[in-house]
């Protein structure tokens, strides 16, 4: 199968590798459909924490995709289904992954893409329990983006802060990624959005995702 690898500083190639085997116990296979871009593909193309992995190393920290396969003891998925997921390889036992917090792993293996093989080949085993189902209608680019820039912007805006219809939200760097899922999922619940950008272009954009008062 095809694997997009980064095999030297700012040198990736598309390569052939071996397919997983079948699913093992609490696994499901899943073929990858569409993967995102983050500034953390970015900083490994750049060659930042080399130190961490080895080289040559399969690219992508955020896909979506559809089950091909599941492997013994595992409910709740079918053959077909659209699923996205969880690029920490967290370790599903402390005290914080037992309490649905994975992002405060205490023993995260690393997180695909940037320390160990990610989501940018043809096929992949995953734990059942870092994946999520899709809803129906929505497309594999759009249900590829919401691991990590709208799964960020949930914990922030809405786990940590709390945010409620009808207050108002600052968003900095409205133009980001992660700036345009926040005007976006703040304006879905009602509230005002007030985000700064760095120039006019951006300040337009913002605008049309709903931002009430844009600031270049």
């Known amino acids: 199968m095809r694997a997009l690898t980064i095999v030297a500083d700012r ?4 390569v052939e590798v071996a397919p997983p085997p079948p699913p093992a116990a609490g696994e499901v296979q899943i073929r990858i459909r569409a993967v995102a871009l983050n500034h953390i593909d970015v900083w490994g193309w750049r060659g930042m924490a080399f130190a961490k992995r080895k ?11 559809e089950i091909t396969a599941i492997g013994p003891d595992v409910g709740g998925f079918k053959p077909g289904q659209a699923v996205v997921m969880y690029g920490g390889l967290t370790c599903g036992t402390c005290k914080a992954c037992r309490e649905g917090r994975d992002n405060l792993c ?3 293996a690393g997180i695909m893409g940037f320390h160990v093989d990610g989501f940018a080949r043809d096929l992949l085993n995953m734990p059942a329990r870092l994946v999520i189902p899709v809803p129906p209608g929505i497309a594999w680019r759009d249900a590829a983006c919401a691991p990590i820039a709208f799964a960020t912007v949930q914990h922030m805006l809405f786990d940590n802060a709390k945010l409620e219809p009808g ?10 990624g992660i700036g345009t899922a926040a005007i976006k999922m703040a304006k879905a619940i009602g ?3 007030i985000t700064t950008v760095g120039d006019d272009a951006k300040a337009e954009k913002a605008r049309a995702l709903g931002a009430d008062h844009v600031i270049n």
Do not use: F
Not at 11 to 14: H, P
Not at 55 to 65: C, D, N, Q, R
């Open 167 to 176: 207050e108002t939200v600052l968003v900095h760097a409205g133009g980001s």
């Open 11 to 14: 040198k990736l190639e598309l």
């Open 191 to 193: 509230a005002t959005v």
């Open 106 to 108: 205490e023993n995260i």
């Open 55 to 65: 080289l040559p190393l399969v690219v992508g920290a955020e896909a979506a995709g």
